[in-house]
């Protein structure tokens, strides 16, 4: 028998109901597509180029709640859950590796069935991810893309692969559950309130996670880069270790900005969401400045 692990909370229920974990008021909505359904949360102004929010690997559409309610006072904002993650679905039995391209044209057609053409799109980890392979294969579509703590990294082997999945086994249950990360003694109490999220999140995921994680390497991203035509914003906590991608994003961007926040975890836009939101805000305003968006 395989190991299993529950959610902390029903979360099924909670989607059921059209509320949003860890989102208190906020209520989402489910768009069918090939393949699936995304859940979305919609806020903000009903004018003007929307600005899509995506979340880490793991993660859900609440990662982005902070941020979401900051730049939703002069955008339209779409905080969206990943395919398999949060409570977007995929109906097909999980697979080994679910290939980024799959999850990119789940949210391109998301998209056209809400009717945006085109958009700001932001996403940290996985979400900047799957944002940035949409950039390559639709350029006319992302008026700029924020990477936000993500992997740059070329396609991987499939020995590699395989070298991860014996590097993380202990994360995870027998059938590839994520099993949660011990929560240090002596964090702040938003350390500890992320960290306690995150588990969650990555349980709600379940074996989509490691699935996820296994179709990105193994198609990569760094190859689609020379693809992306706007303009690029590259944010990342000062100690990250997602900075060593710094020089390919110098290299292979066309329009390429960095910058880095004074925190210590890879994801500034949940350590400061206020900061996250005001460098957004001064690159989208440098872009549009330039005629470049």
Known sequence: MSETIQAPDNYAEVYQRGDVPHWPGVRGRRVQVDGGAIHYVELGRAEGTPVMLMHKLGGWAADWRHVAEL??????????????????????EVTWAHPITESSAMIGQFLDAIEIERIHAMGSSLGGVISTQLASEQPDRIVTLSLVGVSLTARQSLELTLANDRAVRDLFTSDWTPLPFPIASGLSEQ?????????????????????????????????????????????????ARYRRYEETARSMLRDIHIETLDVEGMFPHQEDPEATAARWRGFIADARDRGAA
């Open 71 to 92: 730049i939703a006072t002069d955008h339209r904002v779409l905080v969206v859950d990943a395919p398999g993650h949060g409570g977007s679905t995929l109906d097909k």
């Open 191 to 239: 350390e500890h309130r992320l960290a306690v999220e995150q588990n969650a999140s990555r349980v709600q995921a379940g074996r989509w996670a490691r699935a996820s994680e296994r179709g990105f390497g193994l198609i990569g991203i760094e190859q689609r880069l020379q693809h992306i035509t706007a303009p690029v914003f590259l944010l990342n906590g000062v100690n």
